[in-house]
């Protein structure tokens, strides 16, 4: 349990702790091998969101990485 002391009013503090995050929106999709999830950005394109299943060494491939744009 924590205790936070803070003169901002109760709404503004707990405000959007209940929202839905962007990242659902997402599409999985295997690319090269990896099983990842991407952000549509265009037809057969997308923004790397986060890597589901792989390898070790794909988390250092900056091909990969968040943000990176993949075909799939």
């Keep these: 349990m924590s205790v936070l002391y803070t003169i901002v009013p109760l709404e503004e503090v707990l405000a959007g702790w209940q929202a839905e995050e962007k990242i659902n929106q997402g599409r999985e999709v295997w690319v090269e091998g990896v099983y990842m999830q991407v952000e549509p950005i265009a037809p057969g394109m997308g923004k790397v969101i986060r890597l589901i299943h ?8 900056p091909q990969l990485s968040p943000g990176a744009v993949v075909k799939y």
């Design 54 to 61: 792989c390898g070790l060494d794909d988390y250092l491939n």
